[in-house]
């Protein structure tokens, strides 16, 4: 089989999670004899078996894709996953806790979609491919023809719960979607003794205001804590950083690692007792699933969908109570988790390989249904 992944502009130069999750699906396609392709460049291709209309909070790509799909009668060849996050803890974010210049004018705007209109100027800046859609689509009602979308193109939901939350964001009721579950790239290592472990707190997430990270370090700062952060740099929010790497580098227990590729976290989450994310906003948190699985004890945001893949196995803190964290970390460095047992459970469950095969398991239902 054939698929096409249609994805953003910028899936590579903005390297993010939905990037990592269409490169592990054509890793393992790959190795299943498949042939995948991930489109980034608003081109369909033809002569594919299937295409997958990636991002619903992308939606200038998606309604590109989408009209040139119907244009070229490839609609019944379509599927979407969507990674959609919940916009009333969007909003609640952008409204109260991103702050900056650059981001002043998005507070005018009231509602997800109209703010993306805006931000699509701004992006049609650096890619010129944007510009005549852009344009276009500028008093174009998104919420109208993304109804359209989700009603008449069968999903791809990455957790339970992102179910209930596109049907109340868009008033919809969702007919026509498969559950396919993210995974874990699972490497055999030898996990290191707790004792061993020389990170007792581990951060993992670009440095940038949604990731909550500035307010983490501030949190941690001087406790007796050993504290280790690890992500790439958000070029676009420049005091933010400045200020977090103010805080590491005045601190006595904090280091900034910078960024780390997948192969080189292993080590890290080998290392680390305690991993942490407070983000604002997750789909399905790729972070907390790769600590968990190496063995360390994790504290995940509750605005994300983690609860449906670990559910009590770890622990949550709500973003806007974060003392809560200080409340938990003594109890968690003292409670040796079964690092083997963790393992096994990832890999019985939520690999890259078994939600691959999922995936094709849900493609081949849908055409079969045409």
Not at 258 to 284: H, L, T
Request: proline share 3%; aromatic share 12%; charged share 25%.
């Amino acid at each position: 089989m054939k698929i096409a992944f249609l994805t953003r502009v910028d899936a590579f130069s903005k390297y993010g999670g939905d990037t990592y999750q269409l490169e592990m699906y054509c890793k393992y396609l790959e190795e299943m004899k498949h042939e995948s392709k991930i489109c980034f460049d608003l081109d369909v291709p033809v002569d594919f078996d299937c295409y997958i209309l990636v991002n619903l909070d992308r939606p200038l790509e998606l309604i590109v894709y989408y009209e040139k799909l119907c244009q070229m009668n490839l609609i019944k060849k379509t599927l979407f996953l969507t990674i959609h996050h919940d916009y009333k803890i969007i909003e609640f974010f952008e409204k109260t806790i991103r702050t900056g210049i650059l981001y002043m004018p998005l507070k005018i705007f009231n509602g997800y979609l109209k703010r993306e209109k805006f931000k699509n100027i701004v992006r049609c800046i650096k890619y010129k491919k944007l510009r005549f859609y852009t344009f276009k689509q500028l008093f174009m009602s998104y919420s109208e023809i993304i109804r359209k979308i989700l009603i008449d193109i069968p999903l791809i939901l990455i957790a339970d719960k992102e179910k209930e939350i596109i049907e109340r964001d868009f008033g919809i009721i969702i007919k026509k979607y498969f559950t396919v579950y993210n995974g874990v790239d699972i490497k055999p290592v030898i996990q290191k003794d707790w004792s061993r472990r020389d990170i007792d707190i581990l951060v993992v997430g670009r440095i940038e205001p949604r990731k909550n990270v500035l307010a983490l370090a501030k949190l941690l700062d001087n406790s007796p804590y050993q504290v280790r952060f690890v992500g790439a740099i958000n070029m676009n929010v420049p005091n933010y950083c400045r200020k977090f790497k103010k805080i590491i580098m005045k601190s006595n227990n904090m280091k900034y690692l910078g960024k780390k590729s997948p192969s080189e976290m292993i080590n890290v989450y080998c290392r680390s007792k305690i991993c942490i994310s407070a983000s604002w906003f997750e789909v399905a948190s790729l972070v907390d699933l790769e600590s968990y699985a190496y063995g360390c004890n994790v504290i995940a945001s509750t605005n994300g969908h983690t609860d449906c893949y670990l559910g009590g196995r770890i622990n949550y803190i709500d973003p806007q109570n974060m003392n809560n964290i200080l409340l938990m970390i003594p109890n968690l460095l003292q409670n040796i988790p079964d690092s083997d047992a963790q393992q096994l459970y990832i890999k019985e469950k939520y690999t890259w390989k078994r939600s691959t095969e999922q995936l094709l398991l849900s493609v081949n239902s849908a055409l079969n249904h045409i």
